[in-house]
């Protein structure tokens, strides 16, 4: 199942963008899901994921206090509110789902996870 990511776009420095990301019905394989993102040049890092049984939510420090990962349960859209954007926020955001969210933060992990989008572009000025 490819995941679809909307909402990316360009915005000046300081302005807000909002993704969203269809997502499959909730199983066990969609226990965890979110955003990563990569930069011109860099790696692709993880950026927010939500666990759905308990709730909670990790962020890349990079973005703690600025992006909000939520979920609508009843539409099955997952969310990224992104505030007080910088320059380096200048990336292609993708959604993913996956039964666990250690792989958020692993390194080359991308690859395995169960369900992947294929990017919207957000780019900061």
């Known amino acids: 199942v490819q995941l679809v990511e909307s909402g990316g776009g360009s915005v000046q420095a300081g302005g807000s963008l909002s993704l969203s990301c269809s997502m499959p019905n909730f199983s066990d394989n969609t226990s965890c899901m979110g955003w990563f993102r990569q930069a011109p040049g860099k790696e692709r890092e993880g950026v927010a994921a939500?666990?759905?049984?308990?709730?909670?939510?990790n962020y890349a420090d990079s973005v703690k206090g600025r992006f909000t990962n939520s979920q609508d349960s009843a539409k099955n859209i997952v969310y990224l509110q992104m505030n007080s954007l910088n320059l380096e926020d200048t990336a292609m955001y993708y959604c993913a789902a996956d039964p666990t969210c250690a792989k958020w933060w692993s390194p080359g992990q991308w690859p395995a996870l169960r369900y992947r989008g294929q990017g919207t572009q957000v780019t900061v000025s």
């Open positions: 939500l666990h759905i049984r308990t709730s909670k939510t």
